[in-house]
């Protein structure tokens, strides 16, 4: 069965620093795995996600995610973070193409302090 | 275009109900899912619906949890004879294709749901 691990419950951040928010997925075959975003009230919006091809995937709001099959991570990255970063975040890892069922991480809470 | 959307965006039910969830996916695609965000459990499948086949349940809860989808495009969320622990938020999502890569879910808003 497929699952995913975000370690860390709570991150605190000061603006403009860097960031970088963990994920951890096991999955018997190619995973296919995504980074939504879900800010206070909101529903989710997916930031990126990665199929194939190059390890280092670009999405919106300027983040980024390296997958490392190695490591069995797909880890978050932003240089430097902005006050709107505010939120709440994802990891999935979906079977089939990724077009079915997604299996979710608990979440990692992102704050920004100025 | 319109994104998904889900009605009601709240709902305060006593125990022992029953509560009806509704999704609009977007227009066009395939696939549509349900999942369910709690305190605690984290984002969690429901079931998945695509075209005419027959609706991936393994993630429905109990035997009191069902759902449909009429005509290919709305699909509604049955919970019967509420329990406390079903206070969640219920999101539903849709995609366009289902058997090639690049698909994408898109969430709705979600129903919030509180069975007192």
């Known amino acids: 069965a497929q699952s995913v691990t975000q370690p860390d419950i709570h991150i605190t951040v000061s603006e403009g620093a860097s960031l970088e928010l963990r994920c951890n997925y096991s999955y018997g075959a190619t995973p296919y795995l995504f980074w939504y975003v879900q800010s206070p009230g909101q529903g989710l919006q997916l930031l990126l996600k990665y199929f194939s091809g190059d390890t280092l995937v670009q999405g919106i709001k300027g983040f980024e995610a390296e997958f490392k099959r190695s490591q069995s991570s797909f880890n978050l990255r932003k240089p430097s973070v902005h006050w709107s970063d505010a939120a709440e975040y994802f990891c999935a890892v979906g079977a089939n193409f990724g077009n079915e069922k997604l299996t979710f991480g608990t979440g990692t809470r992102l704050t920004i302090i100025p | 275009g319109a994104g998904v959307s889900q009605s009601p965006s709240n709902k305060v039910t006593e125990k022992g109900k029953d509560v009806e969830l509704r999704c609009d996916p977007i227009?066009?695609?395939?696939?549509l899912y349900w999942y369910r965000q709690s305190l605690g459990q984290g984002l969690e499948f429901l079931i998945y619906f695509q075209g005419n086949s027959a609706p991936d349940k393994s993630g429905l809860p109990s035997d009191r949890f069902s759902a449909e989808r009429t005509g290919g495009s709305v699909s509604t969320l049955t919970i019967q004879r509420t329990q406390q622990e079903d206070s969640a938020v219920y999101l539903c999502?849709?995609?366009?294709?289902?058997?090639?890569?690049?698909?994408?879910?898109?969430f709705g808003p979600g129903t919030r749901l509180t069975v007192t």
């Open positions: 999502a849709s995609s366009f294709r289902s058997v090639a890569p690049g698909g994408e879910q898109y």
């Open positions: 227009s066009g695609h395939t696939a």
